[in-house]
């Protein structure tokens, strides 16, 4: 009985508690207005009043005021469910009987919860490329006291809507004799929404966490990221808060701003909030209109080893793997076939799964997991089996950390004898064991501290390990200074010590001085102290040079010069009493609508843009100067980005009187080496002037108007008229006050005048 009654009880405390009445006149029914928290809108409702003059509010208009259904206290009227708006809501009511106003204040528990994302991702639309192509060449000759060869790389691309097939030709004669190899051939078909690049020819294999990459002729499908350079692959942050009224929310990152949000009065959520890699702080700045702050702050940690909740990424493969690739073109061996996967399952942990095999040769299987451990960094573990013959297994650990003053990144690697996967079948000493430690002190304006630690073994070949310290230090107006100690460990030892002091200057220019000290067991100490002075190549056409001398009497002198058809170097080196010299020369050719035009490397998208058929415009992009139009008005851009928007310009100042530019800035969004057209908008003007008398030599009256084909333009004084489009013949009609009307027909002949004079032109009279 006592356990019966106690189970009562507990029914009785967990149902919502329900009054039920059957009498109309109970509560009376009326229209009142609602301001809650501050909220700038008002909200009419139809309510009921019980007898003290609480508010009664109906269950489906509490979503109306974004109020939370209470769990108890509901109340039937006429059979409809009812909530009191008070004490049990945590509600002070200011009601005004006159006006049927209510000025409610409410917690901010009572209230729905806000979400919001910080930013939504903006695609941009890409650009559909035409028919079109395009070729690269890279040609060389070097010369030594022992040898003279000569050489080139060629490739041949072509673009469609549906995708871009390249294919690479290396050619080389280094005196034992010639030879001509095809290198890769390759079809590739980009799908942005998808997120994924479908290859079709010559690939390389993705590696997973463990695994190894290996070249292969056949078809490869897979994410691709980069189709959508504005997505977040890593997790992303959420802030969270309560605003009694309305609310402005600012979301900082390591102390910049990335996000502001008005809010109504409750709970909210900002999600979607991008985060720097590593250890930082987010912080939560709510601010009311009488300008009353809260901070919140929260600690965070994120890596891109982990990808966001509910992201996958993936990768498949299969073909025949090639073989003396560089030296045979159609080398093509056993049938090989891939597999990988990756998922974010949630924010703090990614999983990887990836097989491998090969015919008549090794298979593996393995797993690799990445947790983030709190606000410390990230631990990852990965275990595999295979092999060719004996089946063995790999295990491996690591850890990463990357904070504002200290960093921590350590991963190894740890194989049996038998295990064997992708590019290790082969070999004869397999690897053992694999490990790298990397840690890092940030000293802010003292500079910043390196220290690494890398050890490989095999199971039958000698043991490498190395330590390595670096400090780099940023001396202000003074440049930057850095020093590198690296010491090998073993039968080998040796120690290397790097001093190097760099002092930019100007836009492109810099002076270096280097000290080198090396010490070997088997070669002794060498010491050098070099002295170098260079200036890189700039974004469009342009020289660049290097200097540099050597207190071992080594040297290196260079000189480039860049134009819009390519870019030639000539190098000289001088390096153990040996003298040698090398030239190239590389560039390219675009073939689009635009016809064919000289250019620089093609190894990324690029677009040609036409200005009508002005020449000598300077066009920008991103507001930086790349070059002049050619005679027809044409300039080829390389180098633009992929899937990303890229902003082109011209100074409109730099056109013609007669030409009319609508958009002096153009936006294009290139697939991946392919090329767009890209045509401003220019109109050009055709003006002219002229003197209109009529038929007895009296010129028009002042007033009167005047319509040609294009337009229709008043008579000044002495009957001047002045067309804005007057090219060709056109035949013109003039009217004015009095039912007079007269047509004339006047010519404007091409030439350089920009605002001709055509002289005085008789109208004759037409008849009404």
Not at 179 to 203: F, I, K, N, Q, Y
Not at 606 to 631: C, H, M, S, W
Not at 686 to 701: E, F, I, N, S, Y
Request: charged share 20%.
């Amino acid at each position: 009985m006592r356990a019966a009654l106690s189970l009562a009880i507990s029914l009785a405390l967990a149902a919502p508690l329900v009054h039920s009445t059957d009498g109309p006149d109970a509560f009376t029914e009326s229209v009142v207005e609602f301001t809650v928290n501050g909220q700038p809108a008002i909200t009419t409702l139809v309510v009921r009043r019980d007898a003290d003059g609480t508010l009664l509010l109906q269950a489906a208009d509490l979503a109306t005021l974004r109020l939370k259904q209470p769990a108890r206290g509901a109340l039937l009227v006429n059979g409809e469910r009812y909530y009191r708006l008070g004490v049990e809501m945590g509600a002070r009511v200011n009601f005004d009987a006159t006006t049927q106003h209510a000025d409610v204040s409410l917690p901010p528990e009572a209230f729905l919860a806000t979400v919001r994302p910080a930013s939504t991702a903006d695609q941009p639309r890409v650009t559909t490329p035409a028919l079109g192509g395009f070729l690269n060449y890279d040609l060389y000759g070097e010369s030594t006291s022992q040898r003279t060869s000569l050489g080139g790389i060629a490739e041949a691309g072509f673009f469609t809507p549906h995708g871009v097939g390249t294919s690479t030709l290396l050619s080389r004669d280094d005196g034992d004799g010639r030879s001509a190899v095809r290198l890769e051939t390759t079809w590739t078909l980009d799908l942005p929404e998808r997120l994924a690049t479908l290859r079709m020819g010559d690939a390389i294999s993705a590696s997973g966490a463990w695994g190894r990459s290996v070249r292969f002729g056949g078809v490869q499908f897979g994410t691709n990221f980069a189709t959508q350079p504005t997505l977040v692959t890593t997790p992303m942050l959420a802030a969270h808060g309560s605003a009694v009224v309305p609310s402005t929310v600012d979301v900082f990152v390591n102390g910049a701003q990335v996000a502001s949000q008005d809010v109504p009065p409750g709970p909210f959520t900002i999600d979607h909030v991008p985060s720097i890699t590593g250890a930082g702080q987010m912080q939560v700045v709510i601010t009311d209109a009488l300008g009353r702050q809260q901070i919140l702050s929260q600690p965070y940690y994120t890596g891109p080893t982990l990808l966001r909740s509910g992201l996958s990424e993936y990768s498949f493969e299969l073909g025949s793997l090639r073989e003396e690739y560089g030296y045979a073109s159609n080398a093509y061996g056993d049938l090989v076939a891939a597999a990988t996967f990756r998922r974010g399952f949630t924010d703090q942990f990614t999983a990887e799964a990836h097989a491998e095999m090969q015919a008549g040769g090794p298979a593996a299987v393995g797993l690799n997991g990445a947790w983030q451990a709190g606000e410390f960094g990230i631990v990852s573990a990965t275990m595999a089996v295979g092999g060719a013959d004996d089946i063995g297994w790999l295990a491996g650990f690591g850890f990463e950390h990357n904070g504002r003053h200290t960093s921590l990144f350590a991963r190894t690697q740890f194989a049996s004898e038998s295990f064997a996967q992708l590019g290790t079948g082969d070999l004869d000493d397999r690897p053992k064991q694999r490990t790298f430690v990397g840690f890092g002190l940030d000293f802010a304006r003292f500079g910043n501290l390196q220290v690494a630690y890398g050890l490989q073994s095999s199971w039958t070949g000698p043991r490498q390990e190395t330590v390595g310290v670096s400090h780099a230090l940023t001396l202000g107006d003074f440049g930057f200074l850095n020093l590198i100690v690296n010491q090998s460990i073993g039968a080998d030892m040796a120690t290397d010590v790097f001093l190097n002091w760099t002092m930019p200057f100007g836009d492109r220019r810099s002076a270096a001085l280097s000290l080198r000290q090396s010490t070997a067991a088997a070669e002794g100490d060498e010491f050098a102290a070099v002295a170098s002075l260079q200036q890189s190549l700039p974004a469009g056409t342009g020289v660049g040079y290097q200097v540099s001398l050597a207190s071992n009497a080594d040297a290196q002198l260079g000189y480039s010069y860049q134009g819009r058809a390519g870019t030639a170097n000539m190098q000289y080196a001088r390096r153990n009493d040996t003298d040698g010299w090398r030239a190239d020369v590389s560039g390219g050719l675009a073939i689009t609508a635009a016809g064919v035009i000289p250019a620089r490397r093609l190894d990324r998208s690029f677009a040609v843009v036409k200005v009508a058929d002005y020449e000598n415009l300077t066009v920008y992009v991103e507001n930086q100067p790349i070059g002049r139009t050619d005679g027809q008005g044409r300039i080829l851009l390389d180098g633009l980005r992929p899937y990303e928007r890229n902003e082109i310009s011209i100074d409109p100042k730099q056109l013609p009187m007669d030409a009319s530019l609508v958009m002096p800035v153009m936006q294009v969004t290139p697939a991946y080496r392919s090329g767009a057209l890209v045509e401003f908008p220019v109109t050009r003007a055709r003006p002219a002037t002229l003197r209109l008398v009529q038929t007895d030599g009296a010129a028009v009256p002042a007033g009167a108007s005047v319509r040609t084909e294009h337009e229709k333009t008043p008579v000044g004084l002495d009957g001047l008229v002045y067309l804005s489009e007057a090219a060709g013949t056109q035949r013109a009609v003039a009217e004015w006050v009095g039912g007079h009307r007269c047509e004339f027909t006047f010519t404007r002949a091409a030439g350089t005048d920009p605002v001709p004079d055509l002289g005085t032109i008789a109208c004759r009279e037409l008849a009404d």
